[in-house]
């Protein structure tokens, strides 16, 4: 069974995670941590190449991990269509995050991320929910665009751009929602400070 | 939105890559994928058709990139078509004028990097040449052949992404494909889905769930 095709194909996909639970411990780690050295991409699943998979899919899961729980904590502010909109990007987060697991485990490895230690206390409405979500969101995009070159096989660089899609997708959504342009940037590279 | 099938019509499908983006979209198709009943032909992509350089048959990376400088060439035409149309409500146009701005750099960014390969790109399509295009007669025409064009592009980057091989080539492809799923959350909620409706899938395949 090849866990990165069916987390790609959206009807194989919704049967194949129903119902699926992750149970995750560790501590975690952001990409530049994750990340070899190697500026060559390489094809073909040797231990080296799959240690660094492994590595770099957990600091992704880490990041949707907590997207997550912003989305979760930030839901009680949002109304109406911003309201359904969050919700429905708490199930994409929810998917990547399942579907990064599963090819984590497919390589061998262990899940081992947790989400960032966000403090949220500041979101006082609507407004602040969506700025702070973009923000994630940014973060998350820069992280991905970095990482995805120095993934070794074809499946997992196809899903990770189908993943940033999905985050710059969002991003164009909650700036509309604030009044916005939802597309400023032809090339859409995130902000790995946006946080900060 | 119209719960019309899409229909693909045969052109002219010479290329190994343009055959492999039909058989994606059949699949599509029969899987029950539907659009707003946009009819798009084979030969909607032009500049697919006339991939005839030296790295046409090839696997390599310039062949992706002779695709995708086609497929962004063909994107400004049906924007700047769009645009000057006058079908357009302002809001719509003006965002549409920024959508084809940012093609124009797509293209211009991807025809250098082929041209530092040692490829040349392909010549721009002429609007005549974008089969389909004249046939458009309202704003909702030229949403839906736009959201169909973009998830094209989306498929074909999907596809880049299993291909390429530079890490240079895949930053900018990954940057290039999240600003096409931006554009088709905005034509989306143009077609009157609601914010969330407006990003379908988890993982953006260039497919539009059915309506």
Same mark, same amino acid.
């Given at each position: 069974?090849?866990?990165? /095709?069916?987390?790609?194909?959206?009807?194989?996909? /919704?049967?194949?995670?129903?119902?699926?639970?992750?149970?995750?411990?560790?501590?975690?780690?952001?990409?530049?941590?994750?990340?070899?050295?190697?500026?060559?991409?390489?094809?073909?699943?040797?231990?080296?190449?799959?240690?660094?998979?492994?590595?770099?899919?957990?600091?992704?899961?880490?990041?949707?991990?907590?997207?997550?729980?912003?989305?979760?904590?930030?839901?009680? @502010?949002?109304?109406? /269509?911003?309201?359904?909109?969050?919700?429905?990007?708490?199930?994409?987060?929810?998917?990547?995050?399942?579907? @990064?697991?599963?090819?984590?485990?497919?390589?061998?490895?262990?899940?081992?991320?947790?989400?960032?230690?966000?403090?949220?206390?500041? &979101? /006082?409405?609507?407004?602040?929910?969506?700025?702070?979500?973009?923000?994630?969101?940014?973060?998350?995009?820069?992280?991905?665009?970095?990482?995805?070159?120095?993934?070794?096989?074809?499946?997992?660089?196809?899903?990770?751009?189908?993943?940033?899609?999905?985050?710059?997708?969002?991003?164009?959504?909650?700036?509309?929602? &604030?009044?916005?342009?939802?597309?400023?940037?032809?090339?859409?590279?995130?902000?790995?400070?946006?946080?900060? | 939105?119209?719960?019309?099938?899409?229909?693909?019509? $045969?052109?002219?499908? $010479?290329?190994?890559?343009?055959? $492999?983006?039909? !058989?994606?979209?059949?699949?599509?198709?029969?899987?029950?994928?539907?659009?707003?009943?946009?009819?798009?032909?084979?030969?909607?992509?032009?500049?697919? #058709?006339?991939?005839?350089?030296?790295?046409?048959? %090839?696997?390599?990376?310039?062949?992706?990139?002779?695709?995708?400088?086609? #497929?962004?060439?063909?994107?400004?035409?049906?924007?700047?078509?769009?645009?000057?149309?006058?079908?357009?409500? *302002?809001?719509?146009?003006? !965002?549409?004028?920024?959508?084809?701005?940012?093609?124009?750099? +797509?293209?211009? !960014?991807?025809?250098?990097?082929?041209?530092?390969?040692?490829?040349?790109?392909?010549?721009?399509?002429?609007?005549?040449?974008?089969?389909?295009?004249?046939?458009?007669?309202?704003?909702? $025409?030229?949403?839906?052949?736009?959201?169909?064009?973009?998830?094209?592009?989306?498929? !074909?980057?999907?596809?880049? +992404?299993? *291909?390429?091989? %530079?890490?240079?080539?895949?930053?900018?492809?990954?940057?290039?494909?999240?600003?096409?799923?931006? +554009?088709?959350?905005?034509?989306?909620?143009?077609?009157?889905?609601?914010?969330?409706?407006?990003?379908? %899938?988890?993982?953006?395949?260039?497919?539009?769930?059915?309506?």
């Amino acid at each position: 069974m090849d866990a990165l /095709r069916i987390m790609r194909d959206p009807i194989s996909r /919704r049967r194949f995670f129903a119902g699926a639970g992750v149970t995750l411990a560790g501590g975690s780690a952001m990409f530049a941590a994750a990340c070899g050295d190697d500026d060559e991409t390489t094809e073909g699943g040797d231990a080296a190449d799959s240690s660094s998979d492994i590595g770099i899919l957990n600091s992704a899961l880490a990041l949707e991990l907590t997207a997550i729980e912003a989305y979760t904590k930030g839901a009680p @502010l949002l109304k109406g /269509r911003v309201l359904a909109a969050g919700k429905e990007f708490l199930i994409h987060e929810q998917e990547h995050a399942d579907g @990064l697991t599963q090819a984590i485990k497919q390589l061998g490895g262990t899940t081992d991320a947790q989400a960032m230690k966000l403090d949220f206390s500041g &979101l /006082r409405n609507q407004d602040d929910v969506l700025r702070f979500a973009t923000n994630l969101e940014n973060v998350a995009i820069a992280a991905y665009v970095d990482a995805l070159p120095k993934l070794s096989s074809p499946d997992l660089r196809a899903t990770a751009a189908q993943i940033v899609t999905n985050e710059a997708e969002h991003v164009a959504v909650l700036q509309l929602a &604030l009044g916005n342009q939802p597309a400023p940037d032809a090339f859409v590279t995130g902000d790995a400070n946006a946080l900060a | 939105m119209s719960k019309d099938r899409l229909t693909i019509v $045969d052109g002219e499908c $010479d290329t190994a890559l343009v055959t $492999d983006y039909e !058989a994606t979209r059949r699949e599509a198709v029969r899987r029950g994928i539907v659009t707003g009943g946009a009819v798009i032909a084979g030969a909607t992509i032009p500049t697919l #058709l006339r991939v005839g350089r030296a790295f046409a048959q %090839s696997d390599g990376d310039g062949a992706v990139l002779e695709s995708a400088v086609g #497929l962004e060439q063909t994107a400004v035409v049906v924007y700047d078509t769009a645009f000057k149309s006058k079908l357009l409500e *302002k809001p719509l146009a003006l !965002a549409v004028r920024l959508f084809r701005d940012q093609e124009q750099e +797509h293209a211009d !960014a991807l025809s250098q990097a082929l041209e530092d390969l040692g490829g040349t790109p392909p010549e721009p399509p002429t609007s005549a040449e974008v089969k389909g295009l004249g046939s458009v007669r309202s704003q909702e $025409d030229i949403l839906r052949f736009a959201v169909e064009l973009e998830n094209m592009a989306v498929m !074909a980057y999907v596809d880049a +992404h299993m *291909k390429l091989q %530079s890490p240079e080539l895949l930053k900018t492809g990954t940057q290039i494909m999240a600003n096409e799923g931006q +554009h088709l959350v905005l034509l989306r909620q143009a077609l009157g889905a609601s914010p969330a409706q407006s990003v379908p %899938s988890a993982f953006e395949a260039g497919i539009d769930p059915a309506s």
